[in-house]
C-alpha cells in the first residue's frame, strides 16, 4: 500500500471522527431546545395562574393587583423534565427554570431566566442563560 | 490465475493527481473540523458554570473572585461588586444568570422571597445590573 493511501485512510478517519461528533453536538442541541420549549410552556402556565389571581379581589383568595402572595402550584413548579423556582413581588414575577439535558456550558442543566412585568402584561425578559 | 494490468506512465501520474486531490480535500475538511472542535471547546470552558443548587453557589463566588470577576458579595446589602473590565467581557446571556442566581442565592441567605441585588462596577461605581421591583436591568 501506497504512502498515499495509508494517508487518505488516517484522513477519512479523521473525517467520520469529526462526522460522528458533528452529529453529537446536533443531537445535543435538538434535546437543549426541547428542554427550553417545556420550560417556556411550563413558565407559561404559572404566569397565567398568577395572572388569574392577581385579578381576584382579596377575600376571594387573590392577590388584587399583586402577585404577592400567590403559590404556584407544586406539580407545575416540578414535572419530570423541569424544576421552576420563582419570586413575585406586586407587580413582578422573576423565574429560574431548569431543565434535564447539559447546557452550553457542559457542567449545568439547560437554564432559563424569566421575567414578567405585570403592570405592561409581557416577558420583561426570557432568556437562556445556560 | 493473476492478471496483472499494465499501466502507462500518463495513467500512473493521473492516479496520483487524483490521490493528490482526495488528499488535499480530506486535510481541508480535517482542517475546519479541528478548528470548530478547538472553537467549541473554547466557547464551553470559558462560560460561567451557575450550579442550580444554592448550597453550591459559595464555591462559585470563591471561583469568580479568583478570576477577578467579583470584588465583594455584601449579603446583607444584596450588593454585588465587580469588575468593570470582567463584567464588560461577559455575554449578555451570562449576566443576567449571574444576577438572578445571586439575587437568589441572597434571598435565600436572608430568608426573604424577594430576590433582590444589586450591581456595582468596582472602579466606576456605576450600576450595572440590578433585579428587584424594577424586575431585571443590564447594563
Known amino acids: 500500500m501506497g504512502q498515499q493511501q495509508l494517508i487518505v485512510i488516517v484522513l477519512g478517519t479523521l473525517v467520520?471522527?469529526?462526522?460522528?461528533?458533528?452529529?453529537v453536538l446536533l443531537v445535543q442541541s435538538n434535546s437543549q431546545s426541547?428542554?427550553?420549549?417545556?420550560?417556556?410552556q411550563q413558565l407559561n402556565i404559572i404566569v397565567s395562574e398568577?395572572?388569574?389571581?392577581?385579578a381576584k379581589i382579596k377575600s376571594l383568595g387573590g392577590g388584587e393587583g399583586s402577585f404577592e402572595g400567590f403559590k404556584p402550584q407544586n406539580n407545575h413548579?416540578?414535572?419530570?423534565?423541569?424544576?421552576?423556582?420563582?419570586?413575585?413581588?406586586?407587580s413582578t414575577m422573576i423565574f429560574q427554570g431548569f431543565g434535564t439535558v447539559m447546557g452550553l456550558n457542559g457542567e449545568t442543566p439547560v437554564n432559563l431566566v424569566g421575567v414578567y412585568d405585570?403592570?405592561?402584561?409581557?416577558?420583561?425578559?426570557?432568556?437562556?442563560?445556560? | 490465475m493473476a492478471v496483472f494490468k499494465i499501466r502507462t506512465v500518463a495513467e500512473a501520474d493521473k492516479e496520483a493527481r487524483r490521490q493528490t486531490y482526495i488528499i488535499i480535500t480530506l486535510s481541508a475538511i480535517c482542517l475546519f473540523g479541528f478548528s470548530y472542535v478547538i472553537y467549541d471547546y473554547l466557547q464551553i470552558?470559558?462560560?460561567?458554570?451557575?450550579?442550580?443548587?444554592?448550597?453550591?453557589?459559595?464555591?462559585?463566588i470563591r471561583q469568580l473572585e479568583t478570576r477577578g470577576l467579583?470584588?465583594?458579595?455584601?449579603?446583607?446589602?444584596?450588593?454585588?461588586?465587580?469588575?468593570?473590565?470582567?463584567?464588560?467581557?461577559?455575554s449578555y446571556e451570562?449576566?443576567?444568570?449571574?444576577?438572578?442566581?445571586?439575587?437568589?442565592?441572597?434571598?435565600?441567605?436572608?430568608?426573604?422571597?424577594?430576590?433582590?441585588?444589586t450591581v456595582i462596577g468596582n472602579s466606576s461605581t456605576a450600576k450595572l445590573g440590578e433585579l428587584g421591583l424594577v424586575g431585571l436591568i443590564v447594563n
Open chain 1, 16 to 23: 467520520v471522527g469529526l462526522a460522528i461528533y458533528t452529529g
Open chain 1, 34 to 40: 426541547n428542554d427550553e420549549e417545556l420550560i417556556k
Open chain 1, 50 to 54: 398568577a395572572v388569574k389571581y392577581s
Open chain 1, 77 to 90: 413548579l416540578t414535572t419530570n423534565q423541569v424544576r421552576i423556582v420563582a419570586s413575585f413581588t406586586s
Open chain 1, 118 to 130: 405585570g403592570a405592561a402584561g409581557r416577558w420583561q425578559t426570557l432568556t437562556r442563560v445556560n
Open chain 2, 45 to 60: 470552558s470559558k462560560r460561567i458554570a451557575l450550579p442550580e443548587q444554592l448550597s453550591q453557589v459559595d464555591a462559585v
Open chain 2, 70 to 90: 467579583v470584588v465583594s458579595l455584601s449579603i446583607p446589602d444584596a450588593k454585588l461588586v465587580v469588575s468593570d473590565q470582567e463584567w464588560g467581557d461577559l
Open chain 2, 94 to 117: 451570562e449576566k443576567v444568570g449571574l444576577i438572578t442566581q445571586l439575587g437568589r442565592y441572597c434571598a435565600d441567605k436572608n430568608k426573604s422571597d424577594l430576590w433582590t441585588l
